[in-house]
């Protein structure tokens, strides 16, 4: 068993997620403290800028203008929230072997063998001298794959623990949101649509807040049935699986003729729906369903997505007793030891490659 600490800056653009965990790359020997580095307004101000000129790059390695110093920020926060868990929950450094780093996406059109994660890994190994895996999905796309979702595999682990009724799915309601189905036999994954970017960047626009929070404003609202119909007839959703998503895929779809509170009625139903439309795709109906990432904090959307999935009921992670908002950072801590062991991440389930396929790179300190 090796002690990893894993690092995830997600779509949502909000901050660094932190989470230490002990594993053999197969089993979770143990669940450890998680912490949390938020951006600042003015971080995430240049992250925003990055993402406005990442789709200027051709080739993985450019970083236009705002996408180097978003290349700097992300790489010094990172550093600064590995530093300051280790202090606060008074870790050695001698006793971390690996540190997993997914970085920042700023671009991911795989159909183009192009994703692009900001962050650098080796900069990161030396500043905290310690070794660090990063760049997950480059092999993924590069021999054809999605390069998304990663975190399949970790979530398999979770669900082997939990002992769950299967057939099982585990939705990640993220900036994007994702899923995984796992039968025992068959481990399928997808990006589903929307998570909450859309309805993040809708608040923010009209009201200077970053996020509806609790669902709020939502649950004030009416869903308009006809939009979300229309929505869903973008090719995305007819397209099978395995597929994927750059986090601005649904951002020319707008909703601004409607009331706010209208607007984050719809935009939160039409995630519920997107989770939804997955359903049939699926080599089996789930009969465990199981919400993670920050939109299982939205009581208003866990409402609409329950009702698309009825009669099953839909439980949070949190009601497991996992550490719901820290997931991600435990799939990049797991995905490192998986990675220095050679095992695989992704599988022709999960990304669409030929053959189970590992993946990531290994920056020693020195
Ligand atoms: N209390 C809350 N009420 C409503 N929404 C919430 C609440 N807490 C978190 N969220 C939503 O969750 C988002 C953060 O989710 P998460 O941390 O899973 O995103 P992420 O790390 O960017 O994920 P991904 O990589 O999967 O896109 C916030 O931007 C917000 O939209
Ligand atoms: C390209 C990219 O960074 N995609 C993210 C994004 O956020 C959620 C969803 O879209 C998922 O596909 C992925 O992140 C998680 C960690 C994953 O790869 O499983």
């Not at 995430?44 to 993985?60: K, N």
């Not at 010094?76 to 072997?97: P, Q, Y």
Request: proline fraction near 6%; include cysteine.
């Amino acid at each position: 068993m090796q002690n990893a600490i894993g690092l995830m800056s997600g779509t949502s653009l909000d901050g660094v997620d932190v989470a230490w965990l002990r594993t053999d790359g197969e089993r979770i020997g143990e669940f450890g403290p998680t912490g949390y580095r938020p951006y600042t307004e003015a971080e995430r101000a240049v992250l925003r800028a990055a993402l406005d000129d990442a789709p200027r790059i051709r080739e993985r390695h450019e970083r236009p203008d705002a996408v180097a110093e978003a290349d700097d920020l992300v790489t010094r926060a990172h550093a600064e929230a590995v530093e300051a868990f280790l202090t606060e929950h008074g870790i050695d450094r001698g006793s971390v072997d690996v540190v997993g780093f997914h970085g920042q996406t700023v671009l991911h059109r795989p159909h183009e063998c192009l994703t692009v994660q900001i962050g650098d890994g080796r900069a990161l190994a030396k500043a905290l001298r310690l070794p660090v895996v990063y760049d997950f999905r480059a092999a993924d796309v590069a021999s054809g794959g999605q390069g998304a979702p990663l975190v399949p595999v970790y979530h398999r682990a979770l669900l082997r623990l939990a002992d769950c009724a299967m057939p099982a799915a585990i939705v990640n309601i993220g900036g994007v949101a994702n899923i995984t189905y796992d039968d025992g036999e068959n481990l399928v994954a997808c990006d589903t649509g929307p998570g909450n970017a859309l309805l993040d960047d809708y608040l923010l626009r009209h009201t200077g807040q970053a996020m509806d929070r609790d669902g709020a404003l939502a649950a004030q609202g009416e869903v308009d049935a006809v939009w979300i119909a229309r929505a869903l007839t973008r090719p995305f959703f007819a397209a099978s699986l395995p597929k994927s998503l750059d986090r601005n895929d649904f951002a020319a779809l707008n909703v601004e003729g409607m009331t706010l509170e209208d607007g984050a009625a719809t935009l939160t139903a039409f995630t519920a729906a997107a989770i939804a439309r997955i359903v049939p795709l699926l080599p089996g109906r789930p009969v465990t369903w199981i919400v993670v990432g920050g939109g299982a904090n939205n009581p208003t959307l866990m409402r609409m997505l329950a009702e698309q999935i009825a009669p099953s009921p839909v439980m949070t992670g949190h009601d497991l007793g996992w550490q719901n908002d820290a997931i991600e950072a435990q799939a990049f801590a797991y995905l490192a030891v998986r990675s220095l062991k050679k095992l695989p991440l992704t599988y022709p389930g999960t990304t669409g490659i030929s053959s189970p396929l590992s993946g990531g790179v290994l920056a020693l300190p020195s």
